[in-house]
């Protein structure tokens, strides 16, 4: 069992940046790939990006591609994922998990048993 600890949420005006964390213990994280979920109020959870468990390729949703960067530092068992020219439509909980090996990088979020607490991003207009 892995568990994530996501972590750099807040309150941002639009065009602003963040940088959120997440740091996983339990596995030997250098072996999985890695990936950022997002769910906005009333909304299904949706995917943002992804990483291969070497950095090699990455991964984004059309609605964050050339604005999000994920990224990991497998020294310190955490992904990232920076955040810039924010958006108010990218507010929502935002959460880090284990792609499952063999699942598609760009796997749905219904395909995961279980998820940390998530941290909140709030982008005003």
């Known amino acids: 069992q892995v568990q994530l600890v996501e972590s750099g949420g807040g309150l941002v005006q639009a065009g602003g940046s963040l940088r959120l964390s997440c740091a996983a213990s339990?596995?030997?994280?250098?072996?999985?790939?890695m990936g950022w979920f997002r769910q906005a109020p009333g909304k299904e959870r949706e995917f943002v990006a992804s990483i291969r468990r070497t950095g090699s390729s990455t991964y984004y949703a059309d609605s964050v591609k050339g604005r999000f960067t994920i990224s990991r530092d497998n020294a310190k068992n955490t992904v990232y994922l920076q955040m810039n020219n924010l958006k108010p439509e990218d507010t929502a909980v935002y959460y880090c998990?284990?792609?499952?090996?063999?699942?598609?990088?760009?796997?749905?979020?219904?395909?995961?048993?279980?998820w940390g607490q998530g941290t909140q991003v709030t982008v005003s207009s």
């Open positions: 339990g596995r030997t994280f250098s072996n999985y790939a």
């Open positions: 998990n284990v792609i499952p090996p063999g699942a598609s990088m760009t796997t749905h979020p219904r395909n995961f048993d279980s």
